[in-house]
Nanobody, 119 residues
Framework: QVRLVESGGGLVQPGGSLRLSCAAS????????MGWYRQGPGKQRELVAD???????NYGDSVKGRFTISRDNAQNTVSLQINSLKPEDTAVYYC?????????????WGQGTQVTVSS
């Protein structure tokens, strides 16, 4: 099995920055699309950003221009740089790995890390 572990969450004031990191227990980054999702209080889970093995990125409309996703395949890590934080960014942020192979879907999730934006 693949285990994903997030880190870097915490309490920050509006306008501040955080950098979230996700580490995988196995060497999967050569095959998997990696992503960050979040779920705020009373809200559904939404895509924050993802990045393919080829380096193509996709961002949710609510975070585009403020968040940056990156990956390091050699270290099996994916990071999310978060700038200009807003209270509405408060959520549990989850690391995700997805791979489709021979008609099967492989989907792994981390436990999540809490990001709280408050003055």
């Amino acid at each position: 099995q693949v285990r994903l572990v997030e880190s870097g969450g915490g309490l920050v004031q509006p306008g501040g920055s955080l950098r979230l990191s996700c580490a995988a227990s196995k060497n999967i980054f050569s095959r998997y699309t990696m992503g960050w999702y979040r779920q705020g209080p009373g809200k559904q889970r939404e895509l924050v950003a993802d990045i393919t093995t080829g380096g193509n990125t996709n961002y949710g409309d609510s975070v585009k221009g403020r968040f940056t996703i990156s990956r390091d395949n050699a270290q099996n890590t994916v990071s999310l740089q978060i700038n200009s934080l807003k209270p509405e960014d408060t959520a549990v942020y989850y690391c995700n790995a997805q791979w489709k192979f021979l008609g099967h879907n492989y989907d792994y999730w981390g436990q999540g890390t809490q990001v709280t934006v408050s003055s």
